[in-house]
């Protein structure tokens, strides 16, 4: 009886199953950057604007939140990864 070539089906299928991982998370962290990204814009374009209205200002807190929630977001999957 000769042994048996190559990796144990087992294996495959935890290869297969790691690489899914690491693309689905890869696809989060795009998903994240393009997000930060849209956000930091936001609040740059309010920002530069010579007056905010107050509903302007509260607008521009809220985006700064979720900008930095983003953030921090994206950290945890990086050091996850």
């Known amino acids: 009886m000769s ?3 190559g990796p144990h ?3 495959l299928e935890a290869m297969r199953m790691a ?3 690491r693309q689905d998370m890869q696809f989060q962290i795009d998903r994240l950057t393009q997000r ?3 956000l930091a814009a936001m609040v740059d374009e309010l920002e530069g604007r010579v007056f905010l209205l107050q509903h302007e200002r509260f607008l521009v807190a809220h985006l700064k939140k ?4 983003t953030k921090d977001e994206l950290e945890g ?4 990864g």
Do not use: I, W, Y
């Not at 979720?66 to 929630?69: D, F, G, M, T, V």
């Not at 999957?77 to 996850?80: C, E």
């Open 36 to 38: 930060h990204g849209e």
């Open 9 to 11: 089906p087992a294996g």
């Open 3 to 5: 042994a048996p070539c």
């Open 19 to 21: 690489r899914e991982r």
């Open 66 to 69: 979720e900008k930095l929630a």
């Open 77 to 80: 999957l990086r050091r996850t």
